[in-house]
């Protein structure tokens, strides 16, 4: 029996517990995916028991589909949440329940789940089509951001994790959700369960297929995106930092962080072709190129060293604790620096291993995207403040 | 019985169907235009006559509610209130009062949902202080009473019990004649600001 978002009334929970007593002793359960379990309802009462369901508005028949989506409380209560889940979860939900009849069964199926943050407490990293939330800055705002993460396996006792494909604005995910399902449809072999048709189409051709839904407009063109689910406040352009020298040099951190997205995917690929050596060196790579791109930020004239990056981002985002997450603390560049030990000790990656280190990787250029627009954050407030002083003065 | 978390739901007369999610923007917007009074949005549409959408302040809540299948503006106390009963019930009144006058006179909402000042429940939201007896409910008719007669200038009311003993003490509250939104706010008469504490 669903309820949706995992939400129940007070006045519901009298109303199930009334029926708990009235069908199957007194005994229910709550269940990982957010809903309740009644064990045991006897086949001739299971008319009595949806009518009770029902009348208490928990009869609708999408318990266990997709369109009964797990999210954990995101920005709505959690003070680590970045992206709203349960704003998305909400819209999914609505999305999906609409087309619920003519989805096709495999798509049904699909399990999807939402974390507000990369510490997963929706479980995304077992579903099907999982989403934690992630900041992107794209033309000088903060736009809230989900990364896509496919083919995690719910059932074989979640024997395997999803596989971040691509950060995709918040506002564009139902479209990703529609074009992942879609693709499913059309190319999948018989009877292909979901991960299978994942490991076998290839991350890249996802990637590809979402790469349109990368981009969004202009702020100036539609706002809309530059918001959060259910959250109508938007950045202002007084928040872009135009004009300031600081200008190239932001610009450059970025290029360099996105650069490092895209080589992180590449090890992905490698990893998929079974080369996980590559990949694990890879993969280090692209944690290089994301750590160079900060340092860039203070340090224009930062070398392709890779000494002297590791030094640099040491001195002045470690040691600082300017990379540092509130609650995580400095563990993201920790997991760079094993990396770099690993790769410069020549040490043997098998495949789990190999896993391990790119999903530690994508944690790392996500908290230096954070980091990045944190800083940013502050030298415009610096820059805000000190143009309010010069105007008063 | 301490009368504290007093909860005032006052039932929505919908001329034209408003979704919920339309209070959402508008919610929001109270918080850009106050100074700290409220500080967030919570949204229940999804549920089914669920607590709808909440206005969350640090010291109450205000809520499109929905719970028991019928729209009303719930005001809901957090914080303890100092003052004797009396003066409780009237600072809860003022301020729920003003911000259901507020939200009704909205010029998103173009006047399609007012709210009924003539029928509203009060609940006592703490089942430590108030408990749902037969005794807590003499003791909070006895306190009630007088102050909606007041309220209403001594117009005839009928007081209705919550009936669930598994729910918390609640009364309905009707006037037998009509009462409009100025008549209660001139006879609450308490001075309160918008976070229901006394100037
Ligand atoms: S995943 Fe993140 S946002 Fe969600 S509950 Fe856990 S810590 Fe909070």
Redesign the interface.
């Given at each position: 029996m669903t309820l949706?978002?995992g939400?129940?009334?007070?006045?519901?929970l009298?109303a199930l517990a009334d029926i708990a007593r009235r069908f199957v002793k007194d005994t229910l359960r709550t269940t990982v995916e957010q809903n309740i379990l009644f064990r045991w309802v006897s086949e001739a009462d299971l008319p009595e028991f949806y009518q009770a369901i029902k009348a208490?508005?928990?009869g609708a028949a999408d318990a266990a589909t997709i369109v009964d989506v797990t999210a954990c409380p995101g920005t709505?209560t959690c003070k680590l949440g970045i992206a709203s889940s349960?704003?998305l979860a909400?819209e999914l939900?609505?999305r999906l329940g609409e087309k619920s009849l003519e989805l096709d069964a495999a798509v049904k199926n699909l399990r999807i789940k939402v974390s507000g943050c990369f510490n997963s407490c929706g479980q995304h990293h077992v579903a099907d089509i999982g989403f934690y939330g992630i900041n992107r800055n794209v033309k000088g705002f903060q736009v809230p951001h989900f990364q896509v993460v496919l083919g995690g396996k719910f059932h074989d006792n979640a024997g395997e994790y999803g596989v971040p494909i691509a950060a995709v604005p918040s506002k564009r995910i139902p479209e990703a959700v529609l074009s992942i399902t879609e693709y499913y449809v059309r190319q999948r072999v018989k009877d292909e369960r979901f991960q299978d048709f994942v490991a076998r189409i290839g991350k890249k051709a996802i990637k590809d297929l979402l790469e349109d839904l990368t981009k969004i407009p202009a702020p100036d063109v539609d706002r809309s995106y530059y918001t959060d689910w259910?959250?109508?406040?938007e950045f202002t352009l007084a928040d872009m930092g135009v004009g300031e020298c600081a200008g190239e040099v932001v610009s450059q951190a970025e290029f360099a962080l996105a650069a490092s997205e895209r080589e992180l995917f590449e090890a992905q690929l490698l990893l998929d072709g079974g080369r996980s050596q590559d990949a694990v060196k890879a993969a280090y790579a692209a944690m290089l190129h994301a750590a160079q791109g900060l340092v860039k930020s203070q340090n224009p004239a930062v070398s392709d060293g890779e000494n002297e990056i590791v030094a640099e981002f040491t001195r002045r985002f470690y040691d600082t604790q300017l990379f540092w997450d509130k609650y995580a603390g400095g563990k993201f560049a920790e997991y760079f620096f094993k990396a770099r030990e690993f790769v410069r000790d020549g040490k043997a990656a098998d495949a789990d291993r190999a896993v391990q280190l790119l999903q530690e990787a994508q944690l790392f250029i996500d908290a230096a995207h954070g980091c990045h627009n944190r800083l940013r954050a502050t030298v415009e407030t610096a820059v805000k403040i000190e143009n309010a002083a010069q105007a008063s003065a | 019985m301490e009368l504290q978390k007093i909860e005032i739901k006052f039932f929505a007369v919908e001329r034209e169907p408003v979704p919920l999610t339309a209070f959402?923007?508008l919610f929001?917007g109270w918080i850009?235009a106050s100074d700290g009074v409220y500080h967030d949005?919570?949204?229940?549409?999804?549920?089914?006559?669920?607590?709808g959408i909440v206005l969350v302040a640090p010291d109450f809540y205000v809520s499109i509610d929905e719970?028991?299948g019928r729209r009303g503006f719930l005001f809901s106390q957090k914080a303890r209130l100092e003052g004797s009963n009396q003066e409780r019930l009237a600072r809860v009144f003022q301020t729920a009062l003003e911000n259901c006058r507020r939200l009704q006179a909205e010029p998103a909402l173009q006047r399609k949902i007012e709210f009924r000042f003539d029928e509203f429940e009060i609940t006592l939201n703490d089942r430590l202080l108030a408990p749902n007896t037969d005794e807590s409910y003499l003791e909070f008719k006895a306190e009630i009473e007088p102050f909606v007669g007041r309220l209403f200038g001594g117009a005839p009311i009928s007081l209705q019990q919550e009936s669930?003993a598994?729910?918390r003490v609640r009364l309905r509250i009707q006037a037998m004649a009509p009462v409009d939104l100025a008549a209660p706010l001139s006879h609450v008469g308490s001075k309160a600001n918008g976070r229901g504490n006394i100037d």
């Open positions: 949706p978002l939400d129940a009334s007070a006045d519901q009298r208490i508005g928990l709505d349960r704003g909400r939900r609505y259910g959250d109508p406040r | 959402i923007d929001h850009q949005v919570a949204d229940y549409s999804h549920m089914h006559q669920g607590p719970t028991g669930d598994r729910r």
